[in-house]
T-cell receptor, first 111, second 114 residues
Framework: DADVTQTPRNRITKTGKRIMLECSQTKGHDRMYWYRQDPGLGLRLIYYSFDVKDINKGEISDGYSVSRQAQAKFSLSLESAIPNQTALYFC??????????FGPGTRLTVL | QKEVEQDPGPLSVPEGAIVSLNCTYSNSAFQYFMWYRQYSRKGPELLMYTYSSGNKEDGRFTAQVDKSSKYISLFIRDSQPSDSATYLCAMSTSSGAGSYQLTFGKGTKLSVIP
């Protein structure tokens, strides 16, 4: 089984809908991250969490919210999706070292 | 000026060629440097990690850091079609428990033609 899983893998939705992307990990890492990846813009950090009680905004947090339900689960929500949130979304985890382990990604399309 | 600059390519080379991938950066506080490989429809995976200036070799891959020039490189020797992927450089200003954020380049898409 994969260490970092993301659901759903693909999602098409309409403008204004609420969307939740979920991430689960079995690596036992404290630190979890949400990134989005856009062609020509690379990976950009949305939110990160050091533990269940710690949530921090990243570079592009506007329009997004997160919930750290447990050490192993970190969800990303789009309260009212808009077309420019169409992107590939990655969850990542990290232990005390420097290596981040990425999930397989969720491809989100907002029409 | 972006903190990390990376030529997006695409870069196409014949099998067996030596590939050179590069990133430049402007923030002199970056101390830790990584290369990630991302296959199509997959998440990035760590390929190389370096701290000090100089070279680090792992099989066919060599990572090079020149802090004085704020320039890092990844060399791939005897390139294979299986090396076809997007390569992202990443950097951080600290390591271990105190650090939290990586700054990524935009990625270079590499195709190795049989």
């Amino acid at each position: 089984d994969a260490d970092v899983t993301q659901t759903p893998r693909n999602r098409i939705t309409k403008t204004g809908k609420r969307i939740m992307l979920e991430c689960s990990q079995t690596k036992g890492h404290d630190r979890m991250y949400w990134y989005r990846q856009d062609p020509g813009l690379g990976l950009r950090l949305i939110y990160y969490s050091f533990d269940v009680k710690d949530i921090n905004k990243g570079e592009i947090s506007d329009g997004y919210s997160v919930s750290r339900q447990a050490q192993a689960k970190f969800s990303l929500s789009l309260e009212s999706a808009i077309p420019n949130q169409t992107a590939l979304y990655f969850c990542a985890t990290r232990s005390g070292g420097d290596t981040q382990y990425f999930g397989p990604g969720t491809r989100l399309t907002v029409l | 000026q972006k903190e990390v600059e990376q030529d997006p390519g695409p870069l196409s080379v014949p099998e067996g060629a030596i590939v050179s991938l590069n990133c430049t950066y402007s923030n002199s506080a970056f101390q830790y440097f990584m290369w990630y490989r991302q296959y199509s429809r997959k998440g990035p995976e760590l390929l190389m990690y370096t701290y000090s200036s100089g070279n680090k070799e792992d099989g066919r891959f060599t990572a090079q850091v020149d802090k004085s020039s704020k320039y890092i490189s990844l060399f791939i020797r005897d390139s294979q079609p299986s090396d076809s992927a997007t390569y992202l450089c990443a950097m951080s200003t600290s390591s271990g428990a105190g650090s939290y954020q990586l700054t990524f380049g935009k990625g270079t898409k590499l195709s190795v033609i049989p």
